[in-house]
């Protein structure tokens, strides 16, 4: 499926661009943001590489990865990162991330009913999953409150920080999740 656009209330999603790279760099850039995610801050020319990396994916066939730029509806602006990626059987994870300055008012519930509709209407997916850090309340939230359910620990995920992290699973599957948030 490409190009992919939808839309949510106040937020959009759609293909990313080169020149989104300063909007994702304020978010995968920042301290904030990537606190409880799997890597450290990353600099301008490491997300130059990322958009570039997601940009070729978007038009490989068959297309696996589906990273796309959060925007605001009211005027565009690139707020927040999404990504989905198949894996699997009829499966993807999904991540996302929004710039701190625009948490607390709906963008990432917005953003993660999104990428659900895309992964069990668009695309016909049977599970969708995500992992968390334990610490990630903001993350458990908006999980839950998508419908995502929390369903265990993975022992020593990643190695961030210089140290080992758990990740808390969620998952929602096909008959389980309902269109209210999308
Ligand atoms: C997780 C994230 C996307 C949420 O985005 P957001 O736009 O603030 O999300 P929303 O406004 O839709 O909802 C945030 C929810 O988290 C809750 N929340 C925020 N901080 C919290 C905390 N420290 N403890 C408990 N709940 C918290 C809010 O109360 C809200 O829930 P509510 O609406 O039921 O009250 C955002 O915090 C973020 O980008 N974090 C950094 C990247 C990240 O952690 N991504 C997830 C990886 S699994």
């Given at each position: 499926?490409?190009?992919?656009?939808?839309?949510?209330?106040?937020?959009?999603?759609?293909?990313l661009?080169?020149?989104?790279?300063?909007d994702?760099?304020a978010?995968y850039?920042d301290?904030e943001?990537?606190?409880?995610?799997?890597?450290?801050p990353?600099?301008?020319?490491q997300?130059?590489q990322i958009?570039?990396?997601?940009?070729?994916?978007?038009?490989?066939?068959?297309?696996?990865?589906?990273?796309?730029?959060?925007c605001e509806?009211?005027?565009?602006?690139?707020?927040g990162?999404?990504?989905?990626?198949?894996?699997?059987q009829?499966?993807?994870?999904?991540?996302?991330?929004i710039?701190?300055?625009?948490?607390?008012?709906?963008?990432g519930?917005a953003?993660?009913?999104?990428?659900?509709?895309?992964?069990?209407?668009?695309?016909g997916l049977?599970?969708v999953?995500?992992?968390?850090?334990?610490?990630n309340?903001?993350?458990?939230?908006v999980l839950?409150?998508?419908?995502?359910?929390?369903e265990?620990?993975?022992?020593?995920?990643?190695?961030v920080?210089?140290a080992w992290r758990?990740?808390?699973?969620?998952?929602?599957l096909?008959?389980?999740w309902?269109?209210?948030g999308?």
């Amino acid at each position: 499926m490409y190009p992919v656009t939808l839309a949510h209330g106040r937020l959009a999603l759609r293909e990313l661009r080169f020149d989104d790279v300063d909007d994702v760099h304020a978010v995968y850039g920042d301290e904030e943001a990537t606190r409880h995610l799997s890597f450290e801050p990353r600099s301008r020319e490491q997300v130059g590489q990322i958009v570039a990396g997601c940009m070729v994916s978007a038009t490989t066939r068959p297309r696996v990865e589906y990273a796309l730029a959060a925007c605001e509806a009211d005027g565009g602006r690139l707020i927040g990162f999404a990504r989905l990626a198949l894996e699997g059987q009829r499966a993807a994870t999904i991540g996302f991330a929004i710039r701190p300055d625009r948490w607390g008012i709906g963008y990432g519930s917005a953003l993660v009913a999104l990428l659900l509709g895309l992964g069990f209407d668009g695309l016909g997916l049977h599970r969708v999953w995500a992992a968390r850090a334990p610490e990630n309340e903001a993350s458990r939230a908006v999980l839950e409150r998508a419908g995502l359910v929390e369903e265990g620990r993975i022992r020593d995920h990643v190695h961030v920080r210089g140290a080992w992290r758990d990740s808390i699973v969620h998952s929602v599957l096909e008959h389980e999740w309902t269109r209210a948030g999308a």
